[in-house]
C-alpha cells in the first residue's frame, strides 16, 4: 500500500458527461500528479499541483481540469467526455523536494460508453 | 524533449533463466531513471532507481539497473526469473530541473514454468 488513495475505483459514464476522480496524497506529501494511462497513449503525465498550486502541465486537454485543496487532496475534473478518454487514470504524490519519489495510488478506470 | 524507449512489447523467458528489459533514454543533463512494475488491475509499484553514484542499482523483489551514460540506457535485469515477475514493465525519466516522470510504452514480462 502505497498510502495514496484514489476514488472511486472504476467509473462508467456515457460520452458528453463531467466526471471527477479524486485523489488524497500520502500523509505530509505536498505535490500530488496525475498521469493518464491509455492503450492509445500508453501512460502520460497530465499535470502537477505543490501546496494548492500548478506547478507543472503535460499533455492535458482542455476538457480536462484539476485543482488541491488546502486539506492537499486533489480532484481531476473531466468533461464532455469522449469515446478516447477511456483509460486508467493514476494519482501520486511526493514529499517536497523530492520529486523522484512518487508513489503512486491504486488507479480510477474511467469507462466511457 | 526527453524520451524513453522500451524497444521491445514483449519478453518470454523460462523461469529460473535470467531475464533483461531494455531501456535507453533521451534527455538533456543527468537524468534520474526508473523503473515500474504494473500487476493486472494493479497501480505502479516502484522498483529502482538511478539518480547518482555506482551505476549498478539494486532494487526490489532481487531486480537490478544498470546505468550506462555513453550509451543512454538502463536496462532492467534479474539473474533468476519467476512466473510471479510476469507483468508489465516501465522504464521512466525525470530530466534533470524538472519534477515529473517520462515513461517508455511498457515491456511485457512473461515468465513461462
Known amino acids: 500500500d502505497s498510502g495514496v488513495t484514489q476514488t472511486p475505483k472504476h467509473l462508467i459514464t456515457a460520452t458528453g458527461q463531467r466526471v471527477t476522480l479524486r485523489c488524497s496524497p500520502r500523509?505530509?506529501?505536498?505535490?500530488v500528479y496525475w498521469y493518464q494511462q491509455s492503450l492509445d497513449q500508453g501512460l502520460q503525465f497530465l499535470i502537477q499541483y505543490y501546496n494548492g498550486e500548478e506547478r507543472a502541465k503535460g499533455n492535458i486537454l482542455e476538457r480536462f481540469s484539476a485543482q488541491q485543496f488546502p486539506d492537499l487532496h486533489s480532484e481531476l475534473n473531466l468533461s464532455s467526455l469522449e469515446l478516447g478518454d477511456s483509460a486508467l487514470y493514476f494519482c501520486?504524490?511526493?514529499?517536497?523536494?523530492?520529486?523522484?519519489?512518487?508513489?503512486f495510488g491504486p488507479g480510477t478506470r474511467l469507462t466511457v460508453t | 524533449a526527453q524520451s524513453v524507449a522500451q524497444p521491445e512489447d514483449q519478453v518470454n523467458v523460462a523461469e529460473g533463466n535470467p531475464l533483461t528489459v531494455k531501456c535507453t533514454y533521451s534527455v538533456s543533463g543527468n537524468p534520474y531513471l526508473f523503473w515500474y512494475v504494473q500487476y493486472p488491475n494493479r497501480g505502479l509499484q516502484f522498483l529502482l532507481k538511478y539518480i547518482t553514484g555506482d551505476n549498478l542499482v539494486k532494487g526490489s523483489y532481487g531486480f537490478e539497473a544498470e546505468f550506462n551514460k555513453s550509451q543512454t540506457s538502463f536496462h532492467l535485469k534479474k539473474p533468476s526469473a519467476l512466473v510471479s515477475d510476469s507483468a508489465l514493465y516501465f522504464c521512466?525519466?525525470?530530466?534533470?530541473?524538472?519534477?515529473?516522470?517520462?515513461f517508455g510504452k511498457g515491456t511485457m514480462l512473461l515468465v513461462s514454468p
Open positions: 500523509s505530509g506529501d505536498l505535490s
Open positions: 501520486a504524490s511526493s514529499a517536497a523536494g523530492k520529486p523522484y519519489e512518487q508513489y
Open positions: 521512466a525519466v525525470i530530466p534533470s530541473g524538472y519534477s515529473t516522470l517520462t
